[in-house]
């Protein structure tokens, strides 16, 4: 079965900071990879897709990068807002699972 | 928006329903998902249903004691779970699947609602 393997699972940061998130598939994923992004009793929320699309109304400081088995997020200028959780999620086009990351919590330093 | 009902306490063994309403699109043009996440565990997809039902998929660690199905008239998707076990104590989530052409994300979920397992 493919793997998802994300890291860190915790980073610490401060506002301003430039942060990036890795997500390794076990098999080649080509570029169907997304990033969500995650705050306590909130519905997920979809930032990046296609491992580097920017989804409409995410701010232009998250993005994404990768094709394969490595991905990176990355986030430029930590802004207030941006403390949460982080999870990848890989989509096959051609078959009927998709598999999440563990996540990485953003905190503040 | 989607906004899932239906969590609760029940015993191992038990059953529940849960249903995602759905608001402000189209709903039966998009494949709709149940997804969950246990304490400490990883988001963990389940089920999958085309908008016009004809085609379901579920994982393995439901197959056989859950069900997928939805209701386009009301706009509502469901999971009827059975034979529930402490293992899938989690929070339970619906997200919609993008019609994009060749791409199968989730771009809407809803926050979600919480099923505890216990005797």
Known sequence: DLQMTQSPSTLSASIGDTVTITCR??????DWLAWYQQKPGKAPKLLIYKASTLESGVPSRFSGSGSGTEFTLTINGLQPDDFATYFCQQYTSDSPTWTFGQGTKVEIK | QLVESGGGLVQPGGSLRLSCAASGFAFSRFAMHWVRQAPGMRLESLSVITGNGDS???????????TISRDNSKNSLYLQMGSLRTEDMAVYYCARETTAAAERFFDLWGRGTLVTVSS
């Open chain 1, 25 to 30: 598939a076990s098999q080649s994923i080509r």
């Open chain 2, 56 to 66: 379901i998929h579920y994982a393995n660690s439901v197959r056989g004691r859950f």
